[in-house]
């Protein structure tokens, strides 16, 4: 690779095909087209690709609604559709969705051409042509993927070179070679890649790697180094089997690692994860790189000591490149510095002894098992200091009924400022029926409630049915910012109204008086 010469990757995301054969996945004909247009416009990413050709009218009809779409936006030559060599079938189903351009998905190694269609070299070269002709008749620009083209590479390569060269006078886009089953380490990338771009120097060929011992990332970086300049992607490593390079992952890395040129929007990748997320219903692991809930995070008590006193803990993979923050977690593991950064962020001083006791708190909490929120401190610290500052609201009375096929009824009395109110709501459930009650108290209040984003209810492994269970609802505020709150109780939907409860107090707490900065989430 001439490090002298701008490194420009294109990237090609096929979470709409490769990642909805992932088990379990299946999006809505509305959910393809709000992926595609998050991808190709806010992501910027510069080729998708949506489907497979004659998989159900519902999808074709899916695939011509996303083409319409991007017709009108001059992105249709972006958007590709998977087909097979069968002659005229896959050509008609994409053409008569408006598709422009289709991935033919031919044999890469010889043990598939014989074992799964029966025939040899010239018979499979024969009907692709056949295929691809007929393509370009229709007016579709044509790629073709060379399947299983790792292992075909490995123990028939002799083949592999003599399809490509029987290919080569086409005219095709790309030859996009996949590592099918996600066999190869990355020197084997490298050398083979190396190997296909030195014998035909004329072709353009696409990396398509899978991800089963988790070296697909590093594969891709070994693909660019031998001079592959198209990558195939998933957004969440969305795939079949282990899936899928993660999108984020081959972006971040490239352009930090490589001094690789992309297209994408950086700030776009976590809110399309997110999205991907919701409608694939594949959650994204905490610690997973770019996109997880927890990366961002410094638990340990030294790591934020050092992020204290000079920033020593930081990299070019900051958080901010992303729309995200940094923060620092509570638990058994802080130190005074962890205490120390959320207190600024929160806007809130004290003095050494004080923040010593805050700490001793946190770490018996966190050694109980409990998880510490950033919104916990006020209430630890009114707890500790046994200040009132934070207490501006108190649950008098709280009565809740269910029954089975009748909607949950709450009756709730609370003790605002030192003002009694009362109000009773109706909901799906006990904890709906009483945030519905709330509403309604806070309605004549004239103050708006934070919407639920998120309801976590943790129960110790093993326990009896009356352990305590803890209960972290996450709030998302008109801003956009989002907070935690956290209760426990042995009764879980008890436990919900004490974490309501300190959403409550928080936000009659900062009615009252303005916040001296944004809190660390």
Known sequence: MDRNQPLRIELLDTTLRDGE????????????????????VNLGVDRIEVASA?????????????????RGEGLDGRIEVLGFVDHRRSVDWIASAGGRVINLLTKGSERHCRAQLGTDLDGHVAAIRRTVEYAQSRGLAVNVYLEDWSNGYRD???????????LADLGIGHFMLPDTLGVLAPWEVRASLADMIRRFPELHFDFHPHNDYGLALANVLAA???????????????????????????AVALKDLLGAELAIDERAIVPVARMVENFSGKWIPANAPIVGADVFTQTAGIHADGDHKGGLYYSRLNPERFGRVRSYALGKLSGKASVIKNLEALGISLSPEQTRKVLERVVALGDAKHQVTADDLPFIIADVLESRDFSHIQLCDCTLTSCLGAPSRAEVELLID?????????????????MRAVEA???????????????????????????????????????????????VHANQVFAGVNAALRMLNLLLHESAQPRAEERVV
């Open 54 to 70: 004659g998989v159900s009218e519902g999808e074709r009809e899916a695939v011509a609604a996303i083409l319409d779409w991007a």
């Open 21 to 40: 054969q992932t088990q379990g996945v299946s999006f809505s004909a509305e959910e393809k087209a709000a992926i595609a247009r998050a991808l190709l």
């Open 418 to 434: 030192g003002e009694r109110h009362r109000a009773s709501g109706e909901g799906s459930g006990g904890f709906d029926a009483f």
């Open 156 to 166: 028939s390569p002799d083949y592999v070179f003599a399809l490509v060269e029987r």
């Open 224 to 250: 660019v180094e031998a001079g592959i300049r198209s990558i195939h992607c998933t957004v969440n490593c969305l795939g079949e089997r282990a899936g899928n390079v993660s999108l984020a992952e081959v």
């Open 441 to 487: 108290i806070f309605r004549e209040l004239g103050v708006a409630l934070p919407e639920l984003s998120d309801y976590e209810v943790k129960i110790p492994r093993g326990g009896r049915s009356d352990a305590l269970t803890e209960c972290i609802i996450t709030w998302r505020e008109p801003s956009g910012r989002e907070r935690k709150t956290r209760g």
